[in-house]
């Protein structure tokens, strides 16, 4: 048996599964219609990762701040007629989908929606930068779960904004190994400490205190 997991208080039924519960085929077609069905209450969104339907609210409003603030200084950083950042798009691979704090695809992102429309194909994102969430799922479902699902999707980089590891930290990750689903190129700094994107389109772009603020309970 496959449960929902959520951060919400939000009841919502359990999904019945093949006895074998390891992720394939047939769970992830489960999983797949059961997401496209869903009609969630509004300050909620859904994702599959590793297996599960997750549900979580919306991000706070310093979650959020900090989101944007990155969105805005990407897209000046970005060649505008190739590249451009995003918010709130689902991002979908293998019957996957995740639903970043910001992501950077083509400008003209046409070619690369699924044919059903609902979102974006994992294959023409180029980073994605992830606010980690409060609360012990939020903050496990950021830094371990969401970055072995991009690893193994194989988006070339992951930023990690992390307010709950000590005085808050920047993590870039970089150069995946799809098949091992890990990071081989790992770079963690305290907030206050400038921290460079190393490759892609938004490469040498600066993420420091003008996008993360000052370090945390300092």
């Known amino acids: 048996m496959t449960a929902l997991a959520q951060e919400a208080p939000v009841t919502m039924s359990e999904i019945t ?3 074998d519960t390891t992720p394939g085929p047939e769970l992830d077609e489960v999983l797949w219609q059961a997401w496209k069905a869903m009609e969630l209450p509004e300050g909620l969104h859904a994702e599959i990762i590793e297996g599960f339907i997750e549900v979580s609210p919306t991000g706070r409003f310093a979650h959020g701040q900090v989101a944007n603030r990155l ?9 505008e007629e190739e590249w451009a950042a995003y918010q709130d798009i689902n991002v979908v691979h293998d019957r996957k989908v995740w639903i970043p704090d910001c992501f950077i695809a083509p400008e003209d992102p ?3 929606v699924t044919d059903d429309g609902i979102g ?3 294959s023409a994102v180029q980073l994605i930068v992830e606010v980690v969430s409060p609360g012990h ?3 496990e479902r950021d830094r371990e779960r969401k970055r072995r699902a991009y690893a193994g999707a194989g988006i070339p980089v992951y930023v990690l904004i992390d307010d709950y590891d000590g005085h808050g930290t920047v993590t870039v990750l970089a150069a995946p190994r799809p098949d091992e689903a890990v990071y081989t190129d790992v770079h963690r700094v305290a907030y206050g400490i400038d921290v460079i994107i190393p490759e892609g389109p938004a490469k040498g772009f600066v993420i420091g205190e003008a996008i993360t603020g000052p370090p945390r309970n300092a």
């Open 17 to 19: 599964t093949p006895e």
């Open 71 to 79: 969105r805005r200084a990407i897209d000046k950083h970005l060649d």
């Open 110 to 112: 046409e070619a690369h």
């Open 120 to 122: 974006i194909k994992a």
């Open 137 to 139: 799922d939020g903050i």
